[in-house]
Nanobody, 124 residues
Framework: VQLQASGGGLVPAGGSLRLSCVASRRTLSSYGMGWYRQAPGKQRELVAAISSGLLTNYADSVKGRFTISRDNAKNTVYLQMNNLKPEDTAVYYC???????????????????WGQGTQVTVSS
């Protein structure tokens, strides 16, 4: 499986971006999908997840600002990011796995399908 994230860019604080994650060589519809980010000098952080049945969960840091969705016909998962803050600056990645959809967002397990991420930079 190859996962390709795109849609990043440079935006001012308060702005919006929509990231896309397209999969090749496998249909994503039966898999849970997650969006992650990694800022310089920090560990990779899971920020949103969506199940095959469209359950969603978010990290507290993005709840109410980010929305994860999926279009199985296009084999694509999206992350709509609104009201962006400078602390959202990071490289964003997508991956598949199984996640918890009640309580704090965390993975049960993750596949090793990390692809090239997309840079999001939010200026203050």
């Amino acid at each position: 499986v190859q996962l390709q994230a795109s849609g990043g860019g440079l935006v001012p604080a308060g702005g919006s971006l929509r990231l896309s994650c397209v999969a090749s060589r496998r249909t994503l519809s039966s898999y849970g999908m997650g969006w992650y980010r990694q800022a310089p000098g920090k560990q990779r952080e899971l920020v949103a997840a969506i199940s095959s049945g469209l359950l969603t969960n978010y990290a507290d840091s993005v709840k109410g600002r980010f929305t994860i969705s999926r279009d199985n016909a296009k084999n694509t998962v999206y992350l709509q990011m609104n009201n962006l803050k400078p602390e959202d600056t990071a490289v964003y990645y997508c991956n598949s796995g199984s996640y918890y959809y009640t309580g704090p967002l965390r993975p049960r397990y993750e596949y090793d399908y990390w692809g090239q991420g997309t840079q999001v930079t939010v200026s203050s």
